[in-house]
């Protein structure tokens, strides 16, 4: 299985150091929090090569794909995000396509590798940007989300 996630940097939110900083930047740092949990959580399949994470980074654009490729068969694109809050409460449209005869293949894989072109395999949670060189700002406020578990509950919003 492989799951591409877009970089920190990549994120519509993300605030470069020369810029003023605001909350809404700590955005990026605590998707990439998750994303540190969710690859120590699953840190054997990753070993075993039975999971492949990667992080898409391409120059100053911005990173905004969802949607599914299920074993050459299936294809989910879709406008919401791919987690169970979204499905709850979003009203975006998607399309499953199912494609038994594999007429869409070359064009998905096609897709797939224009995708892959700019993104860098994450081998282990300890290759991303470790949370002590975060800006002070976002560690300060991960720092409080943490403590009171708050982060939890904003994961289940965003």
């Given at each position: ?5 877009g970089?920190k940097?990549?994120?519509?939110f ?7 900083f605001?909350?809404?930047?700590a955005l990026p740092?605590l998707y990439?929090a998750?994303l540190?949990?969710f690859c120590k959580q699953?840190?054997?399949a990753?070993d075993?090569?039975l999971?492949?994470?990667r992080l ?10 969802k949607g ?6 299936y294809?989910l ?6 987690n ?7 009203l975006?449209?998607?399309?499953l ?6 007429s869409?293949v070359g ?7 224009r995708?892959l ?6 081998d282990h949670?300890r290759?991303?940007?470790?949370i002590?060189?975060y800006?002070e700002p ?17 994961n289940?919003?965003?």
């Amino acid at each position: 299985m492989t799951i591409v996630v877009g970089d920190k940097t990549a994120n519509d939110f993300y605030i470069p150091a020369n810029e003023p900083f605001t909350t809404i930047g700590a955005l990026p740092y605590l998707y990439e929090a998750n994303l540190r949990r969710f690859c120590k959580q699953h840190q054997g399949a990753v070993d075993r090569g039975l999971l492949d994470l990667r992080l898409w980074r391409h120059e100053n654009h911005t990173y905004h794909l969802k949607g599914l490729l299920v074993d050459d068969d299936y294809a989910l694109i879709t406008g919401s995000n791919l987690n169970p809050r979204a499905w709850r409460l979003d009203l975006e449209n998607g399309l499953l396509i199912h494609d038994p005869q594999g007429s869409l293949v070359g064009q998905q894989r096609a897709e797939l590798e224009r995708i892959l072109l700019h993104c860098r395999r994450l081998d282990h949670h300890r290759s991303l940007e470790p949370i002590a060189s975060y800006p002070e700002p976002v560690q300060r406020i991960l720092k409080r989300l943490a403590r009171t578990r708050a982060d939890r509950l904003l994961n289940q919003v965003l």
